[in-house]
């Protein structure tokens, strides 16, 4: 018995994409299980703080999205963007790896990427394991590295 749409080919339209470009911070997780399980409700969590330290005319709202769904469109990659889990599980934070500059690194456990001159709008937060991701995310919005991101943006609301 064949299974129905067996054979075809099922082309993505990845022009809906280019409609969020425009007013979005993405928050970026793998598209595994793992991610899925894990990662994701980090990302829901980044998404909540963005929201709270947004000012009150903030054009941009964060949007939580698949590393597929990036990485498929070109367009996505002008948009400010946090990637949130290491490079087994999330392919951005793989292909952003060698791309962004570090700006904390612990042991080989935690990693912060980011320009802290804000020319380039990409954040990359992981950590070895899931403890780890979960205590670089809580350093990033803790320490100043959001605020900076959220300033280069141009959505900040300072305390």
Request: negative net charge; glycine residues 8%; hydrophobic residues 40%.
């Given at each position: 018995?064949?299974?129905?749409?067996?054979?075809?080919?099922?082309?993505?339209?990845?022009?809906?994409?280019?409609?969020?470009?425009?007013?979005?911070?993405?928050?970026?997780?793998?598209?595994?299980?793992?991610?899925?399980?894990?990662?994701?409700?980090?990302?829901?969590?980044?998404?909540?703080?963005?929201?709270?330290?947004?000012?009150?005319?903030?054009?941009?709202?964060?949007?939580?999205?698949?590393?597929?769904?990036?990485?498929?469109?070109?367009?996505?990659?002008?948009?400010?963007?946090?990637?949130?889990?290491?490079?087994?599980?999330?392919?951005?934070?793989?292909?952003?790896?060698?791309?962004?500059?570090?700006?904390?690194?612990?042991?080989?456990v935690l990693l912060i990427q980011m320009d802290l001159s804000?020319?380039?709008?990409?954040?990359?937060?992981?950590?070895?394991?899931?403890?780890?991701?979960?205590?670089?995310?809580?350093?990033?919005?803790?320490?100043?590295?959001?605020?900076?991101?959220?300033?280069?943006?141009?959505?900040?609301?300072?305390?």
């Amino acid at each position: 018995m064949r299974r129905p749409g067996a054979g075809r080919i099922i082309t993505l339209d990845m022009a809906l994409y280019d409609d969020l470009a425009g007013d979005r911070i993405l928050i970026i997780t793998g598209a595994t299980l793992r991610a899925e399980e894990m990662d994701r409700p980090l990302a829901y969590g980044l998404a909540e703080v963005i929201r709270a330290r947004l000012n009150e005319t903030a054009t941009r709202q964060p949007l939580v999205m698949s590393d597929i769904g990036y990485l498929n469109c070109d367009t996505l990659h002008k948009t400010p963007a946090v990637s949130i889990g290491g490079p087994g599980v999330n392919a951005v934070a793989q292909y952003w790896l060698k791309r962004l500059p570090n700006v904390l690194e612990v042991d080989d456990v935690l990693l912060i990427q980011m320009d802290l001159s804000i020319d380039d709008l990409r954040c990359s937060i992981w950590g070895y394991d899931h403890d780890t991701t979960v205590e670089a995310l809580e350093i990033f919005t803790e320490k100043g590295y959001l605020d900076r991101f959220l300033e280069g943006v141009g959505e900040w609301n300072p305390p």
